[in-house]
């Protein structure tokens, strides 16, 4: 007994317990979860036996009724359309910040950390800002819009099926640039700025210089961000609530509000389950590839 | 012009091209707060105003009572505090082992972290709320929320403080040791104090996520009596609303508590952030 006392307080006892601590917590609330969930994406759930563990099992079935649905491939392809667009949108925006950023003037340093701002506020505000912004007959976009010239009707953003989801893309975007500039930012700064004046005595432009110094030196925080821009992006919901709730007629759906809606709205778990199973599975991959990417990180 | 001038006034166009990129990106903000200022009818005049004839200070009193704010903004306050304190806790001394050791079980204890790091809440809520309904803790939904958050929460706390704890020498803890402190003295009394300021900005950062989060709440606390400011607006905003500047006085109120640690310290929360994704 006292053995075992001194061995947590002066021991490998010491270490264990402190990390056992933290993994039991996360297996139990995160770990038992991901497990619980592919179980039931394997069963029949249904409001009258939600409460006891054992259901019916059917085997593929959600996933085989899952696809036949017609809605199923339109909103999968909203997510691609979602991610690609989000990522693509806050890397170049924030990497232009980011290289202009790099320039040296008074003040730089704390207005870039100003624009973080965005990225901190609560994704529902967000959400619920852009809606006002993006509304269709007193939008301050489309008021803006039209009077420098490019539209001459509203744009229904939010009701409009060919345009609800580019709303929650531009405020995905609005949302994510800040947090792209500041790991891009981080990244630039680790390049060596001899290796420029070199290029720089040598003859190259601006542009061969970004070309074959800049975007390789960068290849490593580049795929972390693009990855992390990912999962972040998979992990969107809030803007969904706040400014389409899906809609109008799954236009806007993507599969993680999907999987919400089902479960919450339709009370369809074992339907709710079945996308998260496969959603988690993309995330997943998604996260091998951002731990490679910074592993030299990682390690130390 | 001689050299210097000219750097002189690169350096101040330079300045105000950045000032107008940041008036450009931090518009919506701005937006909301003026939004939130107007007359119920002004916020639908045409063209929109960029200021308010006369603010309407009080439509922000109005909203805070008629909306029973204080009940939500302290729910909010609930769960930010306690997602902080466990992951706090739980996830320092996690962190500290995971900073210490290289060997092959660490690195599978840092893999299955960052693994959980990226789980989307939207698709964790299924299988916990059915859970959580199974062993009754939804009969407690704070505390149930409280839980699924700050296993959401801890992985990247971890992350951001194992960084910092790799920059406590080594050598500090190990002189303790030759002194006749235990391991738990001479983390206690060495490591932890060397280590308090990123674990102060991760723990903050982790309060600032709790108090804006949304699909749990949304999803496990039924109750509005319990509902934090998130599931509040969520509610207000509804879907053919027009109320837009109570709603932006609502959202302005909610978010004051995190503008004003954002402002305070914005240089810490940003150092601290880049460690911890990218180093």
Known sequence: MRALFSSLRDGKGFDISLIAIAMVF?????????VYNAIMSFQEVDIFNLGTFIRPWVGLDNYRSLFADPSTLPIFWNTVVFVFSSIAGQFIVGFGLALFFTLKFPGA????GLFLVSWVMPGLVVGAIWNWILSGDFGILNHFLKSVGFISENIFWRSDINYSLWAVIIANIWLGTAFNMILLSVGLAAIPRDVYEAAELDGATAIQRFRTITLPMMRATIGAVVSLGLIFTLQQFDLFAAITSGGPANSSNVAQYKAWEMSFREYDFARGATISVLMIVVV???????????KQEVRG | MNEYGQKIWTSRLLLIVALGLAVIYLFPLYWMFVTSLKTGSDVFATPPALWPKVPQWSTYAEVWQSKNMARYMGNSLYIATGTMAITAILGTGCAYVLARYRNMWIDIGLFLVLMLQVLPASLMVTPLFVGFNQIGLLELPRTAVILALSAKTMPFFIILVRATFMAVPHELEEAALVDGNSRLGAFWNIVLPLA?????????????????EFVYSKSM?????LQPASVGLNSFMGPNTNEWNKIMAFAMMYVMPILGIFILLQRRIVAGLTSGALK
């Open chain 2, 221 to 225: 606390i039924q109750t509005s009596e």
């Open chain 1, 284 to 294: 997943m991959i998604a996260s091998v590839i951002y731990v490679r990417s910074t």
């Open chain 1, 109 to 112: 340093a704390y207005l870039r």
């Open chain 1, 26 to 34: 996360l297996i139990l609330f995160s770990g038992a979860p991901l």
């Open chain 2, 196 to 212: 308090r300021n990123g674990i102060l900005v991760s723990a903050i950062l982790i309060f600032m996520q709790a108090f804006g």
